[in-house]
C-alpha cells in the first residue's frame, strides 16, 4: 500500500470515527444520568439530518441546522416525558424494548414523511468536487468541518458537566440519585435534560456529516449500531474513551477495505461488538462496574 493510500484511509477512518464517537457521547449522556440505553440515538442523527434538508429549502444552511437541532432537542424531550418519565421503576429489558420500539415508529414515521429518497445538505465551503490537496492526497473540506465541529462539541459537553451549575446537577444525579434528590435537585428534570441534550448532539452531527455520508430514513439505524459498539467498546458511560475507540473503530473499518469488499464493512462492528461482550464487557477502559446495567 502506498503512503498516499495509507494516508487516505487513514483519514477516511478518522471522519467516520468521530462521528461514531459523537453518536456514543450520545448513548453515554442518557447512560450516565438514567441508565437508560436509548437505542433510539440514531434516530436522532437521522432526524437531525432530514429535518435540515428540508428546512434548507427556505432558509440559509446555518438557520437550517439551528433549526434541526432545536426540533430534534423537542423530540427528545417528548419522548423522555411521553414514555419514559411515568415509569416506575421498570426493568433494564423493558426500557431497551421501549426505546428499540421508539426507534422503529420514528424510523417509519421518518419513511412516511420524507420517502425513501437520498438527502444532503449542500458542503459548508466548496462543492463536492473541491478539495484540500495534502501532497497527493485530496481532502474534501467537509471533513474539516466534521472533525472541527465534532472537537467543539466534545470540549462544550467537557465544559458543561465540569463547570456549569446544570452540568454538576446532572453529574450528581449520576453518580447518587437519592441524594442528590435529597440536595433539591430534581432527577425527572435531569434526565429530561439528558435526552434533549442527546438529542441536540445527534442532530448536528447528523447536520454536519450529511453533505458526506447523505441522510435517508433508515440511516440511523447503521449508526445506532456503531455507536452503541463504541460506547461499549470504551467502557459504557466513559464518554472521554468513547472518542479513542471511535477513531480505532473508524480506522479498523477504513483499512478493512483494504483485505475486503466494502459492502462487509459493518462486519467489523458487530464483530467487535460480540468479542467485546464476550471477553470484557466493561470496555477496554471501563471496570467491572460500568458493565452492570443500572435500575432506572
Keep these: ?24 457521547i450520545g448513548f453515554n449522556i ?13 434516530e436522532f442523527v437521522m432526524l437531525g439530518g432530514m429535518i435540515g434538508v428540508t428546512l434548507h429549502a427556505f432558509v440559509p444552511v446555518p438557520v437550517a441546522i439551528a433549526g434541526a437541532v432545536l426540533a430534534t432537542m ?13 415509569l416506575r421503576r421498570p426493568s433494564v429489558l423493558r426500557l431497551i424494548i ?3 420500539g421508539l426507534s422503529i415508529a420514528i424510523r417509519e414515521l421518518a419513511l412516511l414523511l420524507w420517502g425513501e429518497g437520498v438527502r444532503a445538505l449542500p458542503y459548508f465551503t466548496g462543492t463536492a468536487v473541491t478539495s484540500l490537496a495534502i501532497g497527493d492526497v485530496h481532502i474534501s473540506p467537509q471533513v474539516l468541518w466534521v472533525l472541527g465541529i465534532s472537537a467543539v462539541m466534545v470540549a462544550a459537553l467537557n465544559f ?35 435526552f ?15 453533505p458526506i455520508t447523505y441522510v435517508q430514513y433508515d440511516s440511523g439505524t447503521s449508526l445506532a449500531i456503531k455507536g452503541f459498539t463504541v460506547a461499549i467498546l470504551g467502557g459504557l458511560g466513559n464518554s472521554m474513551a468513547a472518542i479513542a475507540a471511535g477513531l ?5 473499518e477504513s ?23 464476550f471477553v470484557r464487557p466493561s470496555g477496554l477502559f471501563g471496570n467491572a462496574e460500568a458493565a452492570r446495567l443500572k435500575d432506572y
Design 30 to 42: 442518557i447512560y450516565n444520568t438514567t441508565g437508560i440505553i436509548n437505542f433510539a440515538q440514531g
Design 196 to 210: 434533549v441534550l442527546s438529542a441536540g448532539i445527534g442532530a448536528l452531527a447528523g447536520c454536519v456529516i450529511s
Design 1 to 24: 500500500m502506498s503512503p498516499d493510500l495509507l494516508f487516505q484511509y487513514l483519514v477516511a477512518g478518522i471522519t467516520y470515527g468521530t462521528i461514531y464517537a459523537i453518536v456514543a
Design 160 to 194: 458543561f458537566f465540569a463547570r456549569t451549575l446544570l452540568g454538576r446537577q446532572m453529574r450528581a444525579c449520576a453518580c447518587n440519585r437519592e441524594a442528590a434528590q435529597l440536595c433539591g435537585i430534581s432527577a425527572k428534570n435531569m434526565v429530561t435534560l439528558s
Design 255 to 277: 483499512f478493512s477495505i483494504w483485505v475486503m469488499p466494502a459492502a462487509y464493512k459493518d462486519v467489523i462492528a458487530i464483530s467487535i461488538l460480540l468479542f467485546i461482550l
Design 98 to 100: 421501549i426505546t428499540i
Design 248 to 252: 480505532l473503530l473508524g480506522t479498523l
Design 74 to 86: 423537542l423530540v427528545g424531550a417528548l419522548i423522555e416525558m411521553l414514555f419514559i418519565r411515568w
